[in-house]
């Protein structure tokens, strides 16, 4: 070989680059560049409609459903455009799972355990109470084959669901009295959805069903006497502290809580391939965009709660704690034996938090 020139190599470069659209031009005439831009132009665009179970504007989750539409607007070249609608916009906000199913909307965003009783089994992929965190949840789904299941499970609805965020561990909620023993839970009317509202039950408590626009309202005018939401930022957001005088911490309930995306199964079924993966990058996106802003602002709201707002942080105790976790076992098997989808989804997340808890055991605990 001869001796390498600089020269020769970028000015040979310059010319290729040059001539390369006028080697390529086709029999219409035009170059391979013009060519790209008349299939972009021509290539099948989509408006979907997108509706949510959280109220209008409702910080992060909300936000993260306008950034979602964004994300996959600008990834697909304008190919699909998103209108975002908040619960009761354009359906109340648990008629969302039915909104998709049956077309009226094409995607929504929501938990899974708001399903318990269209698809008891869903409730794994939302929250199971003394379960795996977000970390641990995000592991089975992603590398676990918790994912395959839930796509399995949502199959039949003609839906196809999506990880679309993680609220981390959530609080126990809030109370306008002390609960220092498992009796203070016997008559207690609790806004708990899914798993964690089955244990309150056992423990003698109430568990009511309210989407998050009505909880306030709510709790202000007695119908409900406890609820739990989210953490200290959506929870401060909300007002709660105006209006119940304790704070309890441990999340027992919901240790890392799932989003779902869930999208219309025919309309996925129909795009091209690389729209199908726009949208599950998108989603996928999502869920670590959700979980990192959450943590980030739940951090700066608890010690406001704490020093600006006075609000009297309490735990539960050891004793309340180990008998919830005996009374979640107890539902969970409930549940297993009365649903062969939840038992088949149950044998793979129990299996994978048995593995995974070993493996933190000796990991992050020990540095705790």
Known sequence: MGKFSRKKFFKGLAIGTISLP??????????????????IITQKKYKWKMVTTWPPNFPILGEGCQRFAEWVNVMSGRRIEIKVFGGGELVPPLESFDAVRNGAAELASSAAYYWAGKIPAAQFFAAVPFGMNAQQINAWLYSGGGLQLWEELYADYNLFPMAGGNTGVQMGGWFNKEINTLSDFKGLKMRMPGLGGKVLEKAGGAPVLLAGSELYTGLERGIIDATEWIGPFHDYMMGFHQIARYYYVNGWHEPGTVLEIIMNKSVMDELPDDLKAIVKTAAYRLNHW???????????????LINEEN???RTFSRDILDTLRDYAKDAINDLVASDQNAQKVYASYSQFQKNISHWSDNSERMYF
């Open 22 to 39: 006028f080697v390529l031009r086709g029999l219409s005439g035009k170059s391979v560049s013009q060519q790209s831009s008349a299939n």
């Open 290 to 304: 959700t979980l990192s802003e959450i943590e980030a602002q739940n951090s700066i709201y608890l010690n406001k």
């Open 311 to 313: 609000v009297s942080i």
